[in-house]
């Protein structure tokens, strides 16, 4: 573990965290919304995505899989391994980077440990997309089990998320904090 933390803060720069963070953008304003209508006449309704609700059913899954027809499911399928899993990675990575850097900044290096919370989103993230592949590739057998844990995959990525946001949010404020005591001080 800690040749992974050596790894992190010595990786944790400003000009990662920067390209992380154009990354970031990119995935979401053009290639997580766009990959499928470049692959397939099929547009996928964003909103319908498996990946950005919180929970969902059996139902739910299989009634989005049918109405994507067959070139839909395999753009899913496609973006699902192309884009999806490299953006789990970059987001991991970049924002425990943010959160090292922080706490750094803030004097917090002894909870360095909670910078591995972005890793869990990925983690989750990554075993959500595999899944819905899963799900997508045995199509039309449904696969109960599978989908109602992907669903808890998919929760558990969103409940690491929040909490990802909270202390990157709860680390700025107190950086904020500091500062503004600082020029009093002075």
């Not at 890793?119 to 039309?140: A, C, H, Q, R």
């Not at 909270?166 to 700025?172: G, H, N, Y």
Request: with cysteine.
């Amino acid at each position: 573990m800690k040749h992974f933390y050596t790894f992190l803060t010595k990786f944790a720069t400003k000009r990662n965290i920067s390209i992380g963070l154009f990354l970031i953008v990119l995935f979401n304003v053009i290639l997580l919304p766009k990959f499928p209508e470049l692959i397939s006449a099929i547009e996928i309704d964003i909103k319908s995505i498996l990946d950005l609700k919180f929970s969902y059913s059996t139902d739910v899954a299989y009634t989005l899989f049918e109405n994507l027809g067959e070139q839909g499911r395999n753009a899913y399928k496609l973006s699902e391994l192309f884009i999806d899993f490299p953006y789990a990675i970059i987001y991991g990575f970049t924002y425990a980077f943010i959160i090292l850097t922080l706490f750094k900044i803030n004097n917090l290096e002894r909870f360095n440990i909670v910078s591995l919370t972005p890793f869990l989103i990925s983690w989750f993230d990554i075993l959500e997309n595999t899944g819905i592949i899963v799900m997508l590739s045995k199509y039309p057998t449904k696969l109960n089990t599978i989908c109602s844990l992907t669903s808890t995959f998919t929760s558990l990525k969103w409940i690491f998320a929040v909490i990802t946001f909270v202390i990157v949010l709860t680390s700025l404020i107190y950086l904020i904090i500091l500062k503004s005591k600082l020029r009093i001080k002075n």
